[in-house]
Nanobody
Framework: QVQVVESGGGLAQAGGSLDLSCAAS????????MGWYRQAPGQQRELVAQ???????TYQDSVKGRFTISIDDVNNIAYLQMNSLKPEDTAVYYC???????????????WGQGTQVTVSS
């Protein structure tokens, strides 16, 4: 079993900052990608940022220069530092981890339960 648990989030004013963290735990042989997605009401879930085990980082255009993703690859923890927040950043943020649980198994994506981020204007 693999568990992905997010923490952080909450309420911030426009221009403010919030930090999210996400820990993947359980039967884990290898994690090759951890990412943050978000879903606003009535919208599809979208990629915000992701980082690979080779530390290649990808960001959605709307968050470039404002959000930073980092990873503790020893403990399988991903962080998302969010600065200069905007009301349009309001969404439920989900963490994902692509995990291999055994040599004979491929990678599978596991999701956290989501954490609410609300940015007031």
């Amino acid at each position: 079993q693999v568990q992905v648990v997010e923490s952080g989030g909450g309420l911030a004013q426009a221009g403010g900052s919030l930090d999210l963290s996400c820990a993947a735990s359980g039967t884990i042989l290898r994690v090759n990608t951890m990412g943050w997605y978000r879903q606003a009401p009535g919208q599809q879930r979208e990629l915000v940022a992701q980082v690979t085990e080779g530390l290649a980082r990808t960001y959605q255009d709307s968050v470039k220069g404002r959000f930073t993703i980092s990873i503790d690859d020893v403990n399988n923890i991903a962080y998302l530092q969010m600065n200069s927040l905007k009301p349009e950043d309001t969404a439920v943020y989900y963490c994902s981890a692509d995990v291999q649980i055994a040599d004979r198994e491929g990678f599978r994506t596991y999701w956290g339960q989501g954490t609410q981020v609300t940015v007031s204007s």
